[in-house]
Nanobody
Framework: QAQLLESGGGLVQAGGSLRLSCAVS????????MGWFRQAPGQEREIVAA????????YYAADSQGRFTISRDGAKNTVYLQMNSLKPEDTAVYYC????????????????????WGQGTQVTVSS
């Protein structure tokens, strides 16, 4: 049973940057495909970015492409989301998730494909 703990959220002005971290414990990090999701008030939870268990394949939602970068560090059992050029519409609770059905080179973009979730970290972008 994996436990995920996000950190790095906060308040930032439009155009600024934040780096989210997600530390994974209680499981074997190397077998998990990982993803970052976000949920704004009254909205569905949506994919932001995903990465395969070997780190070789990444996926970005259209609005994240070119601004956000997902990465993972096996030595630290941590996945990151570097967010640049932030916009007010990026304001949401950001969640880290792990899928235990990962294969090398495979990422997952649907909420239903993930088995473990963090508690979320708030990101607020002011205009």
């Amino acid at each position: 049973q994996a436990q995920l703990l996000e950190s790095g959220g906060g308040l930032v002005q439009a155009g600024g940057s934040l780096r989210l971290s997600c530390a994974v414990s209680g499981g074997t990090f190397s077998v998990y495909a990982m993803g970052w999701f976000r949920q704004a008030p009254g909205q569905e939870r949506e994919i932001v970015a995903a990465i395969s268990r070997d780190g070789g394949t990444t996926y970005y939602a259209a609005d994240s492409q070119g601004r956000f970068t997902i990465s993972r560090d096996g030595a630290k059992n941590t996945v990151y989301l570097q967010m640049n050029s932030l916009k007010p519409e990026d304001t949401a609770v950001y969640y880290c998730a792990a899928s235990r059905t990962g294969y090398d080179g495979t990422y997952y973009s649907d909420v239903e494909e993930y088995h473990y979730w963090g508690q979320g970290t708030q990101v607020t972008v002011s205009s």
